[in-house]
């Protein structure tokens, strides 16, 4: 059934073509040439020119992103080369660490685990100290604690804390 009202339907559409004359056929040709570039601008070249001006603009953004990052990159070089040398002995940078804090009394004892670790004692240092002294021995000596134990003292504010020290 269904295929017999599609040949009838093609049958009729044809019958009607050849009514037309000649000139309303070139008509109905550039009518529907018309509507089919029409068609083609709207679905096809629009959304082509659209997305190359989106895509024009999203290059500009990345390649502003790239710049920003290549300097970035340069400058974070720059300043591990301008860093300043790992003193070889641990000790050694911990000394000029405290002698720079003035805490070199501080600092009961001092004794090598190993040649990377390095353990302090300090009886006597307030919290506010203890945290800029970590801080310095990070930044300034490459040292880093792996082990911290405050024990909180009678005073307020003053802890003991025994460090270890890495590179």
């Not at 073509?17 to 029409?38: H, K, N």
């Not at 300097?71 to 974070?76: G, N, P, Y």
Request: glycine letters at 2%; zero cysteines; a positive charge.
């Amino acid at each position: 059934m269904a295929a017999s009202t599609t040949v009838n339907a093609r049958e009729a559409l044809a019958q009607w073509w050849q009514l037309r004359s000649r000139p309303e056929r070139q008509v109905l040709i550039a009518v529907g040439a018309v509507v089919a570039l029409a068609l083609a601008w709207l679905i096809v070249w629009q959304p082509l020119e659209r997305d190359s001006e989106r895509l024009t603009r999203r290059l500009a953004n990345d390649r502003a992103a790239l710049a920003d990052a290549r300097r970035a990159s340069d400058e974070i070089a720059g300043l591990a080369r301008a860093a300043a040398p790992i003193a070889a002995d641990p000790r050694a940078a911990l000394d000029s660490v405290l002698a720079a804090q003035n805490l070199r009394t501080a600092a009961s004892a001092i004794e090598r685990v190993d040649d990377d670790r390095v353990r302090v004692t300090l009886d006597r240092i307030g919290v506010d100290a203890l945290t800029a002294l970590l801080d310095a021995l990070q930044r300034d000596a490459r040292l880093r604690a792996v082990e911290v134990v405050a024990t909180a003292r009678v005073e307020t504010g003053l802890v003991r804390a025994d460090l270890t020290l890495t590179r």
